[in-house]
């Protein structure tokens, strides 16, 4: 007999059963999809519970999936419809219902799983196991697609402010999906009274982080404030122009420079290395470079210059 690590919960009839089984053989593996494949590991990844009833207990629930649902509201009475033997289905009885299906079908997993605590599913394990979380996940779906507006309207009664309305309604939604999950039918009161506390728990928690965000980042981030690098950027690259045309006008010594006036404006304005490297050198180390005094430097380095300005405005409307 497999080891049962199903544990009940306090104060609720919430049982829970931690993922101990295993995946079945390669070979039985290999005759599953991709989709089928992923999402097996999915399910033996995560915890599995479900909420007790005492209809669960007897023949009464292997009959829960084989009794009509009516497909939709006819009026405002209350009223959801017929079931199969005439009778009329309130919205209490429908709710009910749902929950007593839901919670049946994550018994029949729970109980495949629970089987098979150590031990690799077989195929007929992976054909139950797909098969009964597949229901789970539709019947979910019914229950939260029915209760959705629950959401939408206590997020426009709220008060709640500086928070976006999809904010609340995201976390709204995640509420009431766990709400789902957890909600004790057998105790007597509506869905919607135990969601709506759920819901409004979520909306606090967001409040309370958008308070300790706006604590941390007094103001929100706005592009428009942003400090723009394009001047910089602009600045940068006509440089880098002017460089690359003096360095061919130097090249093909279009400016007539004498061989010292080019050995200077070369060192002066580091013209002769890249720009990660440039530094440019001072009128004394150019002095020292070619046998001069800084003054004298200085009077070739303004000569040089002239005859450049000269070339580039030549070139300029050439």
């Known amino acids: 007999m497999p080891p049962r690590d199903a544990e009940a919960v306090s104060s609720s009839n919430l049982r829970k059963l931690k993922p101990l089984a295993k995946l079945p053989a390669n070979a039985v593996q290999q005759t599953l999809t991709p989709g089928e494949l992923r999402l097996l590991k999915h399910v033996l990844s995560e915890s599995i519970e479900f909420v007790g009833h005492p209809l669960l207990q ?8 084989l009794r009509p649902l009516p497909a939709a509201r006819n009026d405002d009475s209350g ?24 919670n049946y079908c994550r018994k029949k997993l729970f109980g495949v799983l629970e089987g098979f605590a150590g031990r690799r599913l077989t195929a007929d394990g ?7 979380y597949g229901a789970v996940v539709e019947v979910r779906g019914e229950i939260v697609r029915e209760n959705l507006p629950l959401v939408l309207a206590m997020a426009k009664r709220t008060r709640i402010t500086g ?24 105790r007597g009161y509506r869905f919607s009274t135990y969601a709506c506390r759920a819901i409004l728990k979520s909306f606090s928690r967001v409040a309370s982080r958008a308070a300790r965000h706006r604590l941390r980042f007094p103001t929100e981030f706005d592009p428009a404030l942003e400090r723009s690098d394009l001047m910089e950027r602009s600045r940068i690259a006509t440089e880098n122009d002017c460089v690359q045309e003096l360095r061919a006008i130097l090249q093909h010594n279009d400016a007539l420079l004498s061989e010292v006036e ?48 000269l070339a580039l405005e030549q070139a300029a409307f050439a």
């Open 163 to 186: 928070v976006d309305v999809t904010d609340l309604i995201s976390e709204g939604n995640l509420a009431l999906m766990r709400a789902v999950d957890k909600f004790d039918s057998a």
């Open 126 to 132: 992976v054909r139950d196991v797909l098969h009964w």
């Open 262 to 309: 080019r050995t200077v404006i070369l060192a002066r304005f580091a013209l002769d290395s890249d720009a990660d490297t440039r530094k440019a050198k001072t009128l004394e180390q150019v002095g020292s470079m070619i046998g001069v005094t800084k003054e004298r430097v200085r009077q070739i380095q303004n000569k040089a210059l002239g005859k450049l300005r």
């Open 79 to 102: 009223v959801y419809g017929l079931d199969g033997a005439g009778e009329i289905i309130t919205n209490l009885e429908r709710e009910t219902f749902l929950f007593l299906r839901f």
């Open 58 to 65: 007897g023949p009464e629930g292997d009959n829960l999936l």
